[in-house]
């Protein structure tokens, strides 16, 4: 199995936290002007995916030069971000991370995360991401994560690509056991977390995680 593969997407730069996070011997690839963020960020994109609208000239010379380029019409019917992360499937990576520095539009923000819920994916063992300084994971069911996360900390659960089954979370102040959480509520939202190993399982669709520093006041 290969190993990570990191997509780049979004409007702005990204945070210094997550360029952090990226493993120093991880594939890179980029969804059209956003190679220009990953350059600034001192990433070295292996691929530059998209209809290459937004790259600009300096960063479109560059990955001539250093990166295979997969360029699209423009006439697509998907996003950038999505043909991006269809290349990285197809490294049958063991994990995929997102990294976006944010500022998009609400819409772009929406899809880009949602695109991490194709069955295209479910293959992969872990799927996280970054969206300026936030941090979330995807787990398609059936699957369990476990994450170490420090007292006090804060994890949202949210069924962002439709109904999520058989829910469970332990180690927080609301524990779930065996819930369906439909579309969008909030009933998985702003859990507290008592126990520094905290455990999800879900049986089936697909459930986003956010994991917040802190409870907001």
Do not use: C, Y
Not at 80 to 98: C, G, K, M, S
Not at 147 to 162: D, I, K, Q, R, Y
């Amino acid at each position: 199995m290969n190993e990570t593969v990191i997509v780049v997407t979004g409007a702005a730069p990204l945070h210094e936290d997550a360029v952090a996070e990226v493993p120093h011997d991880a594939i890179v690839l980029a969804a059209d002007g956003a190679l220009d963020h990953a350059l600034a960020a001192g990433l070295t994109p292996a691929g530059l995916v998209g209809d290459l609208d937004s790259v600009s000239p300096e960063g479109l010379a560059w990955a001539q030069h250093h990166a295979t380029i997969a360029q699209h019409d423009p006439d697509k019917d998907h996003t950038d971000t999505e043909l991006a992360l269809q290349v990285a499937a197809d490294f049958a990576p063991r994990r995929l991370i997102l990294l976006s520095g944010g500022g998009d539009r609400l819409d772009h923000s929406l899809a880009a995360i949602g695109a991490l819920g194709h069955p295209s994916l479910t293959s992969i063992p872990e799927i996280d991401g970054w969206w300026g300084d936030q941090r979330f994971h995807v787990l398609h069911g059936p699957g369990t994560l476990g994450l170490e996360v420090e007292a006090g900390a804060v994890v949202s659960l949210l069924a962002t690509h439709g109904e999520a089954g058989g829910v469970t979370i332990t180690g927080v102040r609301w524990p779930l056991d065996d819930a369906d959480l439909p579309a969008l509520v909030g009933h998985g939202v702003s859990n507290e977390v008592v126990d520094e190993h905290v455990q999800i399982r879900l049986h089936r669709g697909v459930l986003t995680i956010f994991v917040h520093r802190s409870l907001p006041r």
